[in-house]
């Protein structure tokens, strides 16, 4: 694992008399990209802009790229590059300006080539109002990665984007990786997340609930396993359903989901009673919890490490 | 100072391109204009003299009053300031370009009604042009001032719109744009000292139309520098570029430090 780039320790940030972020500490390393997950209000946002320089801790400390950014906010802008949640950028101002714009002032030629990289170069005389929200939010991160910095920050990147430019977004995300970039990721999309995350952290009323990879945060859950089933006579529709090692079911639409702890002796008795009352499976699928299922079960207070 | 440049490129092509800015920096005050000129002349040919002065006095006030802070309250709420923080654009800067600009585009406008006012109305040109274009500049100097304090001090459009109309209609009233300072009474004399209006008017009608001035023309042409000049320090102190932010440098309610200069005008004789 390469050095931390991003060192945020027993960091606090109040508004009032309000907790925003409790006492949270994570490092994010070089080359990496490390998703914040959290729902609304959880205290991803302030982390974020505490770390751009925008907000001041309260306690604890944090250093981007060895740059205190409560302190040295001259040095953070040009080792930094933000895509803001919110547009920040002025409506009268076309793509090919606010690419000048900003390059100016972090001392560094227009990079054209990222404008054509994004899917915006017939834009380039286009207004920001003018704008689709994709392409508002490929212009923002044009802006972010024009000046090559080392750090990224991106508070839901793809949020109402469709399925094309989001593909494209996260592959942009993975060649910044690949050229040694770090990014810090906040978004509520889990699918995002343990896609191109290579490690998340989950926080829950301003505390960091749990960090690690995708994979080892999904395996620290309770352990259960979904089995969705459908059958063509519905003979699970009943209340006397039981099976072994099933802790909890539900129904959604015409499937029945059971939570499993040993996938065996459930899917076997299923197909069983199946075949015992006459009724024929259509289909039955077995899938490991994803992190969605994980981020409901620590939000939802079920087990958290 | 090629971020600079290419800074005051963008928004002088946004002062023509957004219809608002267009609206407040060009047909608002020459459709005025041209009422007064038509209208007001008939019903008191006294205007005619002062036609040039006040209509180019109220075109500064009303486009930088109207305009400016409007411009700040919105980009901050918007986050356009945080954006700029972020990239590095110094607070001076976001303040000082839109003024520039604005600067350029109500010069332009001085320009139109002070080319046409005599061909339309027969109105009497300025007798001295470089004492004329001084006291414009010094009027843009303390317009521009007060406008980007009361949009960095107003928490909320409708706070910034309540701060410029309460210099705005009084500045109308009696800031010597419809009615000459000497008209008015005494008291109201003391009142129209705090407005800039009034100065510029003394400074245009002392030192560049060829009339008297009521009281000291250059001590007006610098009450209105040093006015528009401590306001504008003011705003680059107090700038906030956006409302959560903690770090601000000091508390609003010091913006009332720019009334110094206009108060210390009761004095000019």
């Known amino acids: 694992m390469g050095q931390p780039v991003i060192e945020v320790r027993e960091f606090i940030k109040r508004y009032g008399d309000h907790v925003a972020v409790d006492r949270i500490s994570f490092n994010v390393h070089r080359g990496e990209i490390y998703g914040l997950l959290g ?48 547009s920040g950028l002025p409506d009268n101002i076309t793509v090919e300006e606010a690419m000048r714009f900003f390059c100016a002032y972090h001392g560094v030629r227009p990079n054209e080539g990222l404008i054509n990289r994004l899917g915006l170069r017939e834009k380039r005389k286009t207004q920001y109002t003018d704008l689709s929200t994709g392409q508002k939010r490929r212009l923002a991160l044009a802006l972010a990665l024009a000046h090559g910095p080392e750090v990224l920050f991106l508070d839901e990147p793809t949020a109402g984007l469709d399925v094309g430019t989001r593909v494209e977004l996260h592959a942009i995300m993975q060649e910044q990786k690949a050229r040694g970039a770090t990014i810090l990721l906040a978004t509520h999309d889990m699918a995002e ?19 690690g990879t995708p994979l080892e945060i999904t395996a620290t859950g309770a352990g259960l396993t979904k089995v969705s089933v459908r059958t063509e006579k519905d003979s699970l529709a009943r209340e006397d359903v039981a099976f072994p090692a099933v802790q909890r079911m539900h129904r959604k639409d015409e499937y029945h989901i059971f939570f499993s702890t040993d996938i065996g002796p459930t899917v076997a008795a299923i197909i069983q009673d199946v075949n015992s009352r006459g009724d024929r499976l259509i289909d039955l699928r077995v899938e490991r919890p994803s992190l969605e299922d994980r981020f409901l079960e620590i939000t939802s207070g079920e087990n958290t490490r | 100072m090629t971020a600079f440049l290419n800074h005051f490129a963008f928004e002088f092509r946004t002062g023509i391109r957004n219809r608002q800015l267009l609206f407040l920096n060009y047909m608002f005050p020459l459709l005025f204009y041209l009422m007064m000129g038509f209208i007001m002349i008939d019903i008191n040919p006294l205007f005619l003299e002062t036609v ?13 009053l109207m305009g400016i802070p409007a411009y700040v309250v919105t980009a901050r709420e918007a986050g356009i300031f945080r954006s700029y923080y972020i990239n590095g654009v110094p607070s001076g800067s976001i303040l000082a370009v839109p003024s520039l600009t604005a600067c350029i585009h109500l010069l332009i406008v001085s320009a139109i009604i002070t080319g046409t006012a005599g061909p339309l109305f027969d109105a009497p040109y300025p007798v001295h042009w470089p004492n004329f274009l001084l006291v414009a500049l010094a009027m843009l100097v303390a317009m521009i001032g007060i406008s980007v304090l009361i949009g960095v001090i107003s928490p909320s459009t409708n706070f910034q719109v309540m701060l410029s109309q309460i210099i705005f209609i009084p500045s109308m009233l009696v800031g010597g744009v419809m ?16 407005f800039p209006p009034t100065h510029a008017m003394n400074a245009f009608n002392g030192l560049a139309m060829g009339k008297g001035a009521d009281f000291s023309a250059w001590g007006s042409v610098a009450i209105l520098f040093a006015g528009g000049i401590l306001a504008f320090w003011l705003a680059i102190y107090l700038f906030n570029w956006d409302r959560q932010n903690q770090t601000r440098r000091g508390h609003p309610a010091l913006a009332a430090i720019a009334l110094l200069p206009w108060l210390a005008s009761l004095l000019l004789a």
């Open chain 2, 52 to 64: 040039v002065p006040s209509m180019v006095v109220f075109a500064i006030m009303a486009a930088l």
């Open chain 1, 193 to 211: 997340a343990e896609q191109i995350a290579d490690r998340i952290g989950i926080l829950l009323d301003g505390r960091l609930v749990t960090t």
């Open chain 1, 39 to 86: 729902p609304n209000g959880a205290g991803k946002t302030s982390t974020l802009e505490s770390l751009e320089g925008l907000r001041r801790p309260d306690g604890g400390e944090l250093r981007v790229a060895g740059v205190d950014p409560s302190r040295d906010i001259r040095r953070l802008r040009n080792l930094i590059g933000v895509q803001l949640q919110t």
């Open chain 2, 179 to 194: 009615l000459p300072y000497d008209f008015l009474p005494t008291g109201a004399q003391m009142l129209a000292r705090i």
